[in-house]
């Protein structure tokens, strides 16, 4: 089993001064609008993963006027106790420890997996393809440290070969040939691992997606997903590699008037389907959302199948979004997964309890304190 077990914010946006005890199966946080719900939900996405889901300047996560924050939270995995704690001051890099120990910020990525499902995910949907890519390079980067180094690689190659082509202009093509060589072979290499490892990604994705697609609109809908690439794939990240490199040489010219690379996993994009049709044209408000929930629930599945255990899941204000077909679907799939959830909510508590029927925690926040505490057992 694996939940977060108390949580302490310190200068979190709305949150002063805070001490959470949470339970390890439900915690309903409620209260009226502009509270700190989402605040609280993004703390502890925040200790996770060492980002927050709402944006990626984290100034904006420190109170106005303490101007940094603290976190710290008990996570348990298999009976082990982590306890991470995260501190942030402006320019400076971020502190990171677990069990006292100061850690990359980026070392525990894979340690401690949180799903979350906000109103923003429509984005995930509607927006052009660099938030798509931001979504696989993250969860690919979550199942993979290897993904993520390979990442990290190839942005460098990139931004270098960028300067690089930049610098050519009045070179002779010869002699940008030569200058170009290591870097295109890097950048296919890396390139095409990436774009293979982002295919069986998506196959996985998908395959979770259209079973949790299909049980949302009550079998009358399907969800496909295909990768879009501006490198001709094929079946071995070799293969790709020798296209991916032939297609460099052919676009010599143009990357070099341009002063940019035009060709690689960069600018790739994650296409969904709805029936057939392109969700970002044709879909319902109703329709993107269930789609983009589709996404983060076969994540939850995912990391299920990865981890043996569930992702902490973090939904945001998700229930007054769907009607009541679908929100019955979206309760039966929660109840079924048995790991940790927190559901914020600005209405009533009774449905999400009795549906869900588990121990549970109701946590009442008041401009950014909790101004009560509930909790019950399941029937
Ligand atoms: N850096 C910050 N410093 C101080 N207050 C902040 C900061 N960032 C956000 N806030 C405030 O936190 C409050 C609560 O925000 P939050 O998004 O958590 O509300 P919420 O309870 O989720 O409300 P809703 O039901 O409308 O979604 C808002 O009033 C917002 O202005
Ligand atoms: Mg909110």
Redesign the pocket.
Known sequence: MFYIENLRLKGL??YRNQELQFNPRLNVIC??????????L?AIYYLSVTRSFRTKNDQ??????DGFFYLKGKFIKNGFNHEVQVSYIPKSPLKVKINSDPVNRYAHLQKFPVVVFSPDDLLLISEGPSIRRRFLNLEASRLSSIYFDELRSYQRVLQQRNHLLKSLYNRNRRQADELLEPWDKSLVMLGSRIIHSRLELIMDLAEEAKIFFQHMTSFTENISLFYESSIDYRESPEETGDAFYMALQEKRDLEIKRGSTVLGPHLDDLRIFIDGFDTRKYSSQGQKRTAALALKMAEVSLFKKEHEDYPIILL??VFSEFDQGRKMHLLEFLKKSSGQCFI?T?GDTGELIESLNRDYKIIS?WQ?RVCDEKSGPGN
């Open positions: 946006r709305n209260g009226e609008n502009a509270q700190g719900k989402t605040n609280l993004e904006e996560l420190a109170n106005r006027e945001d204000d914020s600005a926040i950014g």
